[in-house]
């Protein structure tokens, strides 16, 4: 917590204001018990109206005075953390934007949307809490007992038994209860999964007839995150009653012993009405610090949460001696490269080696799992080889900045993503600084041009949230207009023309060798047709190379792409080629 909180020095001069503000709010507020026993004692007693007037007058400002620093104190709070949430959301997101494939594999992407989100908002308002409470509380507290001794020290001492109960039933609750706060927010992290994996796959779950299979399984987490609940708020609903119980005990108690004193003339009844606001003043500020105890335990697991993120070194950084500039322009190359997902046994890629000079192709094709992706993957640094070399333009992509490595790179997932916003943003999302004449060129190229027309607001059309008002074939399409539209390197197609028909499938291919010329392509494809023109193809099984050529060469010595071609391929096809 006190780790987080340290970011809260650009916040310093707001917070010295607000501590200000509520010492003003502090006096004013243990200034008027004084004050009132002097209108009892003095005015009433003794039948002095202007006494009683004046000294009421005082109250009304004094009251004024601190309902005033009270409400800008409070305004200028939570102005503080408001902004310290969207500090740390910001935090938690940019070091998020720096993690690697393998980090994102370790930390789960519902673990970070509720880090982000529901962890952050803990911190929040405990920090308002804190701002609010926990400056006025403690100084409550000690200048109230302070006042309680001086308007009288015997009965002062009954406070030496109420606050130690106080204390002691505070922190038993906080100690049982903080177990508990941890373990919501892992259970709310698994409510967030399943809903999440819900909504994405709502297609699949209903295709499939799964609504009350995954019913169940939201409620069996729901429950448990209920019940775990249920259980923290019986343990906090115990302190409440508990310490209104003790106030009430202490109220009686001081008025018992009060009305001896005033019976023998050793107290007069404005004192005894003095202390008694003070004892509620102290005992009121324990409720406070009660409250701040109630939260400290939830908000200490979020702020640790937080902290985890936070303290993740990404794996895949620049190093001091990254460089941006190359000797060579569209060559890509593979040495003797080898890879295995952390914490695996076995390699998913073994002694891989190919180049892809500009101007050529090269396809990978294989079963599914034998890691053809994974090469892809390489190549981006979304995860770093274990052994061998990767050369773009002639240099180790390890000893190039990762922002001059992506920005040489055109990939195109294999599933196809579009952001929420307009065909024309999805396509600067390649190249911000792009023209419509460049777009319009790229999107030709793509076989993208025709559908975008047909749109009512062209280039200017709404693409709704994950592209869901376009077909899966116009999404890959769009997907690789905004490669295109780079004019990187290397282009990298992950599979990415399963969607389209045959006839734009070739129409695309035809249309990208005048783009290619100076750049390296790199495509993984399942269909034969996609490939088969390829200046080199690779045949990946189990994460090794075990066909390496062209199409016809490779269906008389490669017994695992003859038998790819023979599912795919009519038998006179096969004869033809």
């Known amino acids: 917590m006190l780790k987080l909180f340290k970011k809260l020095k650009p916040y310093s001069f707001p917070l010295i204001i607000v501590v200000i503000l509520l010492l003003i709010q502090t006096v004013t507020q243990l200034y008027l018990p004084t004050m009132l026993s002097k209108i009892v004692d003095k005015g009433i007693v003794g039948k002095d109206v202007s006494y009683i007037e004046k000294i009421g007058m005082y109250m009304i400002l004094l009251t004024l005075l601190g309902g005033i620093a009270t409400a800008i104190a409070s305004f200028i709070s939570s102005k503080i953390a408001m902004g310290f949430g969207r500090d740390l959301r910001r935090y938690v997101f940019t070091k998020a934007e720096t993690f690697s494939l393998a980090e994102m594999d ?15 908002t803990q911190v929040q308002q405990l920090l308002i809490t804190i701002l609010n409470m926990m400056i006025v509380a403690p100084l409550t507290c000690i200048a109230g007992i302070y006042m309680a001794i001086k308007t009288n020290a015997n009965l002062s001492l009954i406070l030496l038994v109420a606050m130690p109960v106080v204390i002691l039933s505070i922190l038993f609750v906080g100690k049982i209860g903080m177990p508990r706060f941890k373990a919501m927010q892992v259970k709310l992290d698994k409510i967030n999964k399943i809903l999440r994996e819900n909504l994405t796959g709502i297609r699949v779950v209903r295709a499939f ?82 409250m701040l105890f109630i939260m400290i335990p939830r908000a200490a697991a979020s702020a640790d949460r937080i902290n985890k993120v936070l303290a993740i070194e990404p794996t895949i950084v620049d190093t001091e001696n990254s460089i941006t500039e190359f000797n060579d322009k569209g060559t890509l190359e593979f040495k003797n490269v080898s890879f295995a997902f952390p914490g695996a046994e076995n390699n998913a890629l073994s002694n891989i080696s190919f180049k892809v000079k500009p101007g050529e192709t090269t396809a990978i094709i294989g079963g599914t799992g034998s890691g053809k992706s994974t090469i892809l993957n390489l190549v981006s640094r979304f995860y770093d080889s274990t052994e061998g070399e990767i050369l773009l333009n002639g240099t180790n992509i390890k000893n190039l900045t990762l922002d001059s490595l992506r920005k040489n790179i055109g990939f195109v997932p294999q599933k196809a993503v579009l952001f929420s916003g307009t065909i024309e943003e999805n396509l600067k999302y390649g190249k911000p600084d792009a023209t419509m004449d460049e777009m319009i ?75 290619t010329a100076n750049s390296a392509v790199l495509i993984v494809a399942q269909r034969i047709n996609t490939i088969k023109d390829a200046d080199n193809i690779l045949v990946i099984n189990e994460g090794k190379i075990v066909g390496q050529g062209k199409h016809k060469e490779l269906l008389e010595t490669c017994d695992v792409y003859k038998e790819i071609a023979s599912s795919q391929l009519s038998k006179e096809e096969l004869e033809n080629e």
């Open 106 to 120: 370790k930390v789960g992407t519902a673990s970070l949307i509720t880090r982000t989100t529901n962890d952050v």
């Open 441 to 515: 060129h790229a999107s030709k190229v793509a076989q993208s041009y025709d559908f975008i027309l047909n749109k009512e607001d062209g280039f200017k059309s709404i693409v709704e949230q994950g592209g869901r008002n376009f077909s899966g074939g116009q999404k890959q399409r769009l997907s690789i207009a905004r490669a295109i539209i780079r004019k990187p390197d290397v282009y990298m197609f992950d599979d990415s023309f399963s969607a389209l028909d045959f006839k734009t499938d070739a129409k695309l291919r035809a249309a990208l060798k005048g783009e």
């Open 209 to 290: 007839n799964k609504q009350n299979f995954e019913k169940e399984r939201f409620e069996e987490a729901n429950f448990d995150f209920t019940d775990n609940a249920i259980k923290v708020n019986k343990i906090i609903s115990i302190l409440m009653p508990l310490l209104m119980l003790l106030l009430n005990l202490t109220s009686v108690s001081i008025i018992w012993l009060g009305a001896y004193k005033i019976n023998s003339g050793s107290m007069e009844v404005g004192n005894l009405m003095a202390f008694i606001q003070y004892v509620m003043q102290i005992m009121f500020s324990l409720v406070m610090i009660s």
